[in-house]
């Protein structure tokens, strides 16, 4: 069973919005940072969001995301095919001691 | 430009072991804490080790006791020893340095545990 769960897949055509939800536990999400990367075929991940809701210089502000609770959530904005890539969140788990990434989930651009 | 180069993948048997390094330049090297995260073909992304600027580790549990994270500041190295390897141990390897996030990834270098 995986710490912190992301939906498999996420779809919209272009210009829409999409969201990406993250579930995970008090241990985790509920009380750390969470961050979000976009992995792109063929290339290293990269990093989209960072403590929580922070965007590294560079990331379109198409790109946001919150956290409420045990849960975080990523939204595309205006969404384009070049966003067709798989994402996850990541977060420290203070109980574990260890990183977590999400199940990831593809996003898929019609 | 930062760079990250990682080295010492390979195709070993169960049981074996292999060492990564992960060559860095481009910036201050002690100033930052390092990262191991693999992937499987067509599968996630899961973190294995870090080290921290002062020494400080953290394992992964399924590698803990197996695997050993280090780091040379006067050599911009840092390596993973991988002892006691498993099948489901198989993956594309990165190196990252992170802070406030896993901010720069290398290429990674690819570990195959198979008979």
């Known amino acids: 069973q995986s710490l912190v769960t992301q939906p498999p897949s996420a779809s919209g055509t272009p210009g829409q919005r999409v969201t990406i939800s993250c579930s995970g536990r008090?241990?985790?999400?509920?009380?750390?940072?969470v961050y979000w990367y976009q992995h792109l075929p063929g290339a290293t991940p990269k990093l989209l969001i960072y403590?929580?809701?922070q965007r590294p210089s560079g990331v379109p502000d198409r790109f946001s995301a919150s956290k409420s609770g045990t849960s975080a959530s990523l939204a595309i904005g205006g969404l384009r095919s070049e966003d067709e890539a798989d994402y996850y969140c990541?977060?420290?788990?203070?109980?574990?001691?260890?990183?977590?990434f999400g199940t990831g989930t593809a996003v898929t651009v019609l | 430009e930062v760079q990250l180069v990682e080295s010492g993948g390979g195709l070993v048997q169960p049981g074996g072991s292999l060492r990564l390094s992960c060559a860095a330049s481009?910036?201050?090297?002690?100033?930052?804490?390092f990262h191991w995260v693999r992937q499987v073909t067509g599968k996630g992304l899961e973190w294995v080790s870090s080290?921290?600027?002062?020494?400080?580790?953290y394992y992964l549990g399924s590698v803990k006791g197996r695997f050993i994270i280090s780091r040379e500041d006067a050599r911009n190295s840092v390596s993973l020893q991988m002892n006691n390897l498993r099948a489901e141990d198989s993956a594309l390897y990165h190196c990252?340095?992170?802070?406030?996030?896993?901010?720069?990834w290398g290429q990674g270098t690819q570990v195959t545990v198979s008979s």
């Open positions: 481009g910036f201050t090297f002690s100033a930052y804490d």
């Open positions: 403590h929580s809701d």
């Open positions: 080290i921290g600027t002062v020494g400080d580790t």
């Open positions: 990252v340095r992170a802070r406030h996030g896993f901010h720069y």
């Open positions: 990541a977060v420290w788990d203070a109980s574990l001691r260890i990183h977590v």
């Open positions: 008090s241990s985790n999400i509920g009380s750390q940072d």
